[in-house]
């Protein structure tokens, strides 16, 4: 027979609140008696009943998340810094991909409405607010993350991208390089924020904007090393290459590296090359890689908490956007071997 939260109440003489309360992580309970009562569900292997929490709160505890893609790790640790917040309070996340199709991304937020979740949080690939009217005509919580969508004045959490694009292209310039590419992606906030950044960090060292510096390509989160290759390519046929290129994520700078020793040209020397994410695996590359840090797990959770806050004091009132400050990360991809501290 399974343990009932009742069970444990009355095998520790507490009452069923109190149980309740250490279970969904409240703090108006003494530590002696969280410690007993968490000890026993322990011991007795307790699994709360989602399905009668739900139906007596009206409530699933569950939170949905949709990203555009899987592959890329920027996405993957965001749903662990989303999860990890949910979990505190006792909820689960739902997770989704939309392989950076629009229409997909329409048929995931109606399943996961369908399927009752309490609140969405959406990094969405939609070109406009036009397809997201489901999740609009739905009134429940819901929260932007990582992109903005044109004309949608929703709650948002995510990088200042235009400070990532800024950062980025000063710390080339204060290296002293002048023939500064940028390989971005299309249509997409995030993209436009840090081409902006680009832009502004050049007029401001009075170095010339020159269009041919800027390769524009799509789908740079899943088929990034790829197309990031290709696109370095293209720059190298230019007149005169460029010294420099600050690439929209860092999977794409991997790829400009690749097709930049492919040409048998050196990494910082010939070229320096930044990406933006700090993923993983940027320091343990073969030439350790210079990135815009994006506290992307702290993104997760800021969405979480302020998803968690809407489903409990409702979603009336001003939308909050809140930017985390990205940070420079230098490695030998820019700075070199023998110049870093």
Not at 101 to 111: A, F, G, L, T, W
């Amino acid at each position: 027979m399974a343990v009932r939260m009742k069970d444990i109440a009355e095998d520790l003489g507490v009452s069923l609140v109190t149980v309740s309360k250490v279970l969904r992580n409240k703090r108006d309970v003494g530590e002696a008696t969280r410690k007993r009562i968490l000890q026993r569900v322990k011991e007795l292997n307790y699994q709360p009943n989602m399905l009668a929490r739900g139906l007596a709160s009206g409530k699933s505890y569950t939170v949905g998340l949709i990203v555009p893609d899987l592959v890329h790790t920027f996405f993957a640790e965001l749903a662990i810094g989303a999860s990890a917040g949910l979990r505190r309070e006792g909820y689960q996340l739902i997770l989704a991909s939309a392989e950076e199709e629009p229409e997909m991304e329409r048929k995931e937020i109606e399943h996961l409405l369908a399927r009752g979740v309490d609140a969405l949080l959406v990094a969405s690939c939609q070109h406009s607010a036009t397809g997201l009217k489901a999740l609009l005509e739905s009134k429940i919580p819901h929260v932007l993350l990582d992109r903005f969508v044109p004309r949608m004045n929703a709650h948002f959490v995510g990088t200042d991208d235009v400070a990532a694009g800024r950062i980025a292209t000063e710390h080339l310039i204060q290296l002293g390089r002048r023939r500064i590419a940028h390989i971005r992606g299309e249509r997409i906030s995030t993209s436009a924020g840090r081409f902006k950044g680009y832009q502004d960090a050049l007029a401001a060292s009075r170095l010339p904007f020159q269009p041919e510096y800027v390769i524009v390509r799509s789908r740079l989160e899943e088929a990034g090393i790829e197309i990031g290759s290709h696109a370095m390519s293209d720059l190298l046929k230019l007149k005169k290459r460029p010294d420099a290129v600050f690439c929209y994520n860092d999977l794409t700078a991997v790829g400009a590296i690749r097709c930049l020793l492919a040409n048998k040209l050196r990494v910082p020397e010939d070229v320096a090359v930044i990406g933006c994410g700090n993923i993983r695996l940027s320091d343990y590359l073969e030439i350790p890689l210079s990135t815009i840090d994006q506290s992307t797990q702290r993104q997760g959770e800021e969405a979480a908490s302020l998803a968690l806050s809407l489903i409990a004091n409702g979603i009336d009132g001003k939308p909050k956007r809140q930017f985390i400050e990205p940070k420079l990360i230098a490695r030998d991809s820019t700075v070199g071997r023998r110049h870093k501290a």
